[in-house]
């Protein structure tokens, strides 16, 4: 499955913004699809994933009550909702892959990955 994330860009903090991962070439429907973050030098980050059909999520604390993931098996495509962004939300944001759900994941453990978008969030 080839991943597209979208939708980053400036903002200033407490706005809202809300990314895009469009999927094609597998059925995105039998996958789990994960977000992760990374800035320079520092490891790529969990953030949030959700199950095949929708039905669970999971969001890193630093994220909890703040975004949210969502899905459109019927687009192929997933969603982040990001509300109250802070300067430290500020990161190049991947979406990812995989049949299998984990809530305790890291990057090495996802298998397909898309290019990231960058999310700039000003003080």
């Known amino acids: 499955v080839q991943l597209q994330a979208s939708g980053g860009g400036l903002v200033q903090a407490g706005d809202s913004l809300k990314l895009s991962c469009a999927a094609s070439?597998?059925?995105?429907?039998?996958?789990?699809i994960y977000w992760f973050r990374q800035n320079p030098g520092k490891e790529r980050e969990f953030v949030a994933v959700?199950?095949?059909?929708?039905?669970?999520?999971y969001y890193a604390d630093s994220v909890k009550g703040r975004f949210t993931i969502s899905r459109d098996n019927a687009k192929n495509t997933a969603y982040l909702q990001m509300n109250s962004l802070k300067p430290e939300d500020t990161a190049v944001y991947y979406c990812?892959?995989?049949?299998?759900?984990?809530?305790?994941?890291?990057?090495?453990?996802?298998?397909?990955w898309g290019k990231g978008t960058l999310v700039t969030v000003s003080s």
């Open positions: 959700i199950i095949w059909n929708g039905a669970v999520t």
């Open positions: 070439g597998g059925t995105f429907s039998t996958y789990s």
């Open positions: 990812a892959a995989d049949p299998i759900y984990r809530r305790t994941v890291v990057a090495g453990d996802v298998n397909y």
